[in-house]
């Protein structure tokens, strides 16, 4: 792989230079008080940022939040970020309120050698996102004035053909950071000969998310384990009632060829708790996922499959989980994620974590991450990662 890393910056000298980073600090906000809620993200770039700092570069650093329509929307603002990522660099991060205007202008400019600055939102420009060339060709024209190098080090977002992650590289000189090179070493192993067994377990609430990794997984993998909300589409396509669970009806056929397919492959639950609603404190019970009553909803995988799922993940010398098994949020239905996890983290494996909901599962569950052979910071990048597919900021990366 011919890409260039940050070492290699650091070894032409930065001092005084402007380094234009992209980063991932797409975090999870609380959606009444707008708190973060897991600093997994910024606390992953630190080992970049710090060696620029230290390095006397005058660090300039840009992200998405969320999905603001190509406007300034204050919800989607990165200025609570900007205080965490101060904390946490242990020196003020110097917030612009603008991306390209006046403010991210007069920002970059009074930045001193080694000090930090964060533009706020790029998604607040319809230019981030646009399908049109040129459109995102402009916007990144306007942000590759504020570095004299680039960084990408937002493994997170380099499956999205995006100005920031796409364009900018090209027009300035580009290299890897030390997340994005981390990432891509360890999901590397995953797709070239992994230690069998490999099981694979995936959850989350969409079948349809996960169809083209599970269809690339499939010949790859020794077993694939399938829990969380998506469960349900598949035990549809074995001709089980799943209640009111989670369903996508256009998506039963593929399952259920999936199934056929599969060779075995894949275990589904066989038990699961169904809850009266999608409420924390909603009266639920286990039952066999041929018993799930027509009026109530699978929250989360039960405790037999758990033991299932466990034994298979005792043998496994590699690992890859993505998706949470239950809404692990509520405590009441956090059991079957906490399981599986648990799982993992005893089994002896090389095991790695992909998703930004499965990771922030890891930490809310107060699960210590150093048991994990690797804690990805991204979700779909991983899925596409392992899918095989070209991933535009890696390619980038690479010219
Ligand atoms: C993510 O959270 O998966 C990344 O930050 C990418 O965000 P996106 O799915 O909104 O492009
Ligand atoms: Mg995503």
Redesign the pocket.
Known sequence: MSIRTLDDLLAEGVSGRRVLVRADL?VPLDKQTGAITDDGRIRAVLPTLGALVEAGAKVVVCSHLGRPKGAPDPQFSLGPVAGRLGELLGAPVHFATDTVGDSARSTVADLADGQVALLENLRFNAGETSKDEAERGAFADQLAAFGDAYVDDAF?AVHRKHASVFDVPARLPHVAGRLVLREVEVLSKLTGEPERPYVVVLGGSKVSDKLAVIEALLPTVDRLLIGGGMCFTFLKAQGLEVGTSLLEKDMVETCRNLLERSGGKIMLPVDVVVADAFAPDAAHDTVRVDGIPSHRLGLDVGPETVAGFSAALSQAKTIFWNGPMGVFEMPAFAAGTRGVAEAITKADAFSVVGG?DSAAAVRALGLDESSFGHISTG???SLEYLEGKTLPGIAALEN
């Open positions: 797409n997170g930004g979700g779909g990048a």
